[in-house]
């Protein structure tokens, strides 16, 4: 581990050796690609010799307990291909290993571009930059980039946010023009990125991570999957989804180029798409949510947090096949369908009782495709607390909708093949039991 600090110590220091103090850098985060990339765009356009960088960021790598986290190993992937890419440009991607306070306090460049982060830590890492770098008279320039509208850019007519999605969608597709959706060419003027000679990235086992060699989803838009998706998304045994959704968190597609395709293929797609823009805004408005309720009122819920049975949903042992699928394939894969997101959610807030920010915080482990506004979103739209969420008193039965969504039991057989043998455990709670318990409980905190 000494050796690995040393050699990270090397590679910010032969880094911030390429960078002069009239620089001008383009800062990577949730936007790993080259192309159609908004910030990067108007770098290249508006200045010459840009600088890319990448920084691992300490703040966020140090609290991940999991060494095998996918996500770093899929970050990793999605640099390395765009250190190819620059090295054929002939620049390279300066990777940084630190907190980015620590890093631009250090490098003090003329001018950053990157692009808007609209989570509350990003807020302020970004407003600590800002002020850096104005201290030596430096600008720092974010665009808007991973969402087609965002912060004040729907709202209904006297100007407070939405709260609620469909008239939110309504209004989102109302304003839409084809510039919302426009390209920005930034492959199209390489020649703007500085001559570095390469420098190679530092290894997974150099950042303290390790390899699984799992595959991860391809970054490939199928666009007959986008066509049949409002007709194949809720069954989990088939291929009915595009699987983008880690693409989209990290940035290695265009969101503007997804919602052209939606636009032009599926409604049902692209409102996915606008409950994803939904989220992000929720996030900017009210970024209490990440720790409480939407409707506060919710925050006085009596949660029965029992751990063991909160083990036994995590582990997918809990008696539920189609709950114990959902989290074994978690698990196993770091993903999980859709819909049966929403029923282990359920499960362990309404069956449970179990707070849902525990959770939120146990997807925020596993899931490849973390995103903060939409995992909260997501959550708080189970437990009945969100803006906009399934009202309390609905109580997913997960034997109904095994019965709906997976009848032939293919996508349960896949992950609990002990099904039907004595390995498999009894239900831990009765249906009808837990929705009596849940609904008492929601009323006496509500009332």
Request: aromatic share 12%; with cysteine.
């Amino acid at each position: 581990m000494i050796n690995s600090k040393k050699k990270l110590k090397r590679y910010n220091q032969k880094n911030s050796s390429c960078i002069e103090p009239t620089a001008t850098i383009f800062w990577f985060r949730r936007d790993m690609r080259l192309q159609d990339n908004a910030g990067l765009f108007h770098a290249l356009k508006e200045s010459k010799d840009i600088v890319p960088i990448f920084i691992f960021d300490t703040t966020i790598l140090d609290k991940l307990e999991d060494k095998a986290d996918r996500r770093v190993e899929f970050i990793h992937q999605s640099l390395t291909v765009m250190q190819q890419q620059l090295e054929e440009a002939g620049s390279s991607l300066l990777a940084f290993h630190g907190d980015p306070i620590d890093i631009f306090t250090s490098l003090r460049p003329k001018v950053v571009y990157t692009n808007h982060d609209y989570e509350p830590y990003a807020r302020k890492r970004d407003e600590q930059v800002r002020n850096i770098l104005s201290q030596s008279g430096a600008d720092f320039k974010t665009f808007k980039d991973q969402v087609i509208f965002e912060k004040e850019e729907v709202t209904k007519d006297d100007g407070k946010p939405y709260t609620v999605f469909t008239p939110y969608s309504r209004k989102w597709k109302s304003l839409l023009t084809p510039a919302h959706l426009k390209s920005y060419p930034s492959e199209n003027h390489f020649a703007s990125f500085k001559k570095i000679n390469a420098i190679p990235l530092p290894s997974l086992q150099e950042l303290g991570f390790e390899s699984t060699g799992l595959p991860f989803p391809e970054r490939v838009i199928k666009q007959t999957l986008v066509e049949k998706y409002d007709r194949q998304r809720n069954f989990p045994a088939i291929e009915g989804t595009t699987r983008l959704s880690v693409h989209l968190r990290f940035g290695t597609v265009s969101i503007r180029k997804l919602a052209q395709l939606a636009q032009k293929k599926n409604e049902v797609w692209l409102n996915e798409l606008i409950w994803r823009d939904f989220y992000h805004m929720i996030l900017w408005h009210f970024p209490q949510v990440e720790k409480h309720a939407f409707k506060p009122a919710y925050d006085r819920i009596e949660w029965r947090n029992d751990e063991k049975e909160f083990n036994a949903w995590c582990e997918g042992k809990t008696g539920y096949p189609i709950v114990d699928a959902g989290m074994r394939e978690l698990n196993a894969t770091g993903f999980m369908h859709n819909r049966v997101r929403m029923i282990v959610a359920s499960f362990l807030v309404k069956h449970l009782l179990i707070d849902w920010r525990w959770g939120e915080a146990y997807f925020a482990q596993k899931l490849l495709d973390f995103d903060l506004a939409a995992n909260n979103g997501g959550w708080q739209w189970a437990a009945g607390s969100g803006c906009d969420a399934a009202p309390y008193f609905r109580v997913f039965n997960p034997q109904l909708q095994t019965e709906k969504f997976d009848p032939e039991l293919t996508y349960i057989k896949r992950w609990v093949p002990e099904l039907g043998t004595d390995k498999y455990p009894r239900p831990m709670v009765d249906h009808k039991l837990a929705r009596e318990r849940v609904l008492q409980v929601y009323k006496e905190a509500l009332n």
